[in-house]
């Protein structure tokens, strides 16, 4: 119900606009209700190797087919001279290398050039730390980063000549500066001396990776994820655990170790799409569990390991003999089994003490994992329920993660909840990649979930935009935000929210929208990647019940285009409320907070505003800041009342402090 009243805010006369008696939104917030706790998992963000997401993106390598082990064995390669690739190496997983040797003319003759990931990406002063692993006893090879603009143009950006001292394999390692800033340089290896010189694992990785780790990640990036104060990560898929087949599943084992010895694997994502075909797409494994567990600790976030249930992609293989049977499933179920012991066990357990090898004493303290990704049918609860009583039997402290399958609502779906109730899994993983009709349709979504059954984790979602024609833009993210209020709001049930996909470089998708993009040197933050960091970082402690007309405010008939939620934030005592408006025109609010000590006075601090007058503009590598939140004048308070303008198409978000 709509009431006439005169509605003034000191926003609105500073702005200088007039305001007559209108219709405003009265809301009421139950101050001394403070309701779930809201846990510190609930926003967060699911990376997948997709789009050059890990290999050529957060994976900061720059060289492709490293290892000359894609089968196509110099994919990424150019050669000149007499190069041959052998295949008894130093590394049994890996077993590929070239071989570098006298081409008849002048020694220089010959060389191999690798391209990078749609090339290599070198800024101005930075440093580049080229490794090798070499055998050729007097030898010598000259290491070079060009720029590649063309045969004729081509202009040699930093070189080093490379001594080659031992007819044993051995590391070696040369730093190297870029005197420019380029997007598409390549690197060129050739030799300076008769040879022959054997080359293996040809890395080159920027020196200024997050964190300084050595086999490091894209700083930029990791900053972006870190930046939205996840509390989450779950990771490495997505359809990557599946495969095409079982045999190109991810295999976490395979990702373990030295970087040298992971097998390279078929990326799974590679041949999917008949438009974004992507022969070379590879994973190199360079970026895998232990480097991912790092990652989750290091952005402060809970590590959510997926690992496969025997089903390969149901999407691409429909028949039986696709999958492990029931029987046969042992060897998967001991892959979680390990996984937990890789994670948290002991150092003088096996895999504690890999994980030890590899730096890292200390547990990562895992606490959950999914088996299984987008599943369906019987098949999948017949096979999630033998991991289930092994993992409860070893592991009664993990919390396990099954699936709902690949759609919000339907056949799939409805079947699979029971069943989750029924093997007891602690939370269902839900994706819903939907159009804006849809979004804006749920603003009830979870108001009426079984509060005595699994929990949910929205794993994967997104808004797609009409016809499939808009990616990122505003109004995807405004409705992104609107639903968002509904997973707050019913915070006792839901605990886990991520986006998806994460990452795209812009030469090297297959999938929009996405939450960040990227090309070889810069980074742009979505429309969605904004709503996102504003959900995590005004999170709160609890849920406080804030309603209009005596309903949760979910864009339902009557209530003007609004949703909004509330939460308590304990540690700074204050009320957040957020406030998304979807429709055309500015909506005035007025929230009475119900239930206040006599003693207790609020104050408010600015409000942060998200909008576009563009519903259809989006950020971009060019123009990065195009949308962005933006700092606006506090909302007007006076006795128990908040009193604010939203904006028409606006999310908003108001923080209102107590005090005595
Ligand atoms: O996020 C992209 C894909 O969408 C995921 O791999 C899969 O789980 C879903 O179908």
Known sequence: MKKKVLFLSVCSLLAGWTLNAQDINRMVLQ?????????????????EDINFGADGGLYAELVKNRSFDFPQRLMGWDVFGNVTVQDDGPFERNPHYVRLAYAGHDQKHTGIENEGFFGIGLKKDAQYRFTVWARGAGQSVRVELIDNASMEESQVLVSQDLKIDSPEWKQYEVLLTSPQTIAKAHLRIFL??????????????????????????????????????????????????????????????????????????ENRWHYTFPHRFFPDYFQSYGMGFFELFQLSEEIGAEPLPVLNCGLACQYQNDSEDAHVKVEDLGSYIQDALDLIEFANGGTDTKWGKLRAEMGHPESFDLKFIAIGNEQWGPEYPARLEPFVKAIRAAHPEIKII????????????????????????????????????????????????????????????????ANGKKYNHFHASLLEAAFMTNIERNADVVHMATYAPLLAHVEGWQWRPDLIWFDNLRSVRSCSYYVQQLYGTNKGTNVVPLRMDGKPVSGQAGQNGLFASAVWDEPTQTYIVKVINTSDTAQPVAITFEGLKSSQRLAAEPSIVFHSDNPDADNTLDNPTAIVPRETLAPTVGGNQMTAEVGAQTFAVYKIKVGE
């Open 192 to 265: 300076t001396s008769p040879g022959p010189v054997d080359l293996e694992h040809v890395s080159l990785f920027p020196v200024d990776t997050w964190k300084g780790h050595k086999n490091g990640l894209r700083k930029d990036l990791v900053q972006a994820l870190a930046d939205t104060k996840p509390g989450v990560f779950r990771f490495p898929g997505g359809c990557i655990v599946e495969g095409t087949d079982l045999a190109t599943r991810y295999n976490w084992k395979n990702s373990v170790g030295p970087v040298e010895n992971r097998p390279v694997n």
């Open 31 to 47: 101050a001394n209700k403070i309701g779930a706790e809201i846990q510190p998992t609930m926003y967060g963000h699911f990376f």
């Open 402 to 465: 099954g699936s709902s399958g690949p759609g919000s609502e339907g056949e799939a779906f409805d079947y699979l909840w029971p069943e989750m109730k029924r093997l007891k899994v602690d939370l269902v993983d839900e994706h819903f990649y939907r159009p804006e009709k849809w979004f804006l349709s749920q603003g009830n979504r979870y108001d009426n979930y079984d509060r005595k059954g699994p929990k949910v984790f929205a794993g994967e979602y997104a808004c797609h935009g």
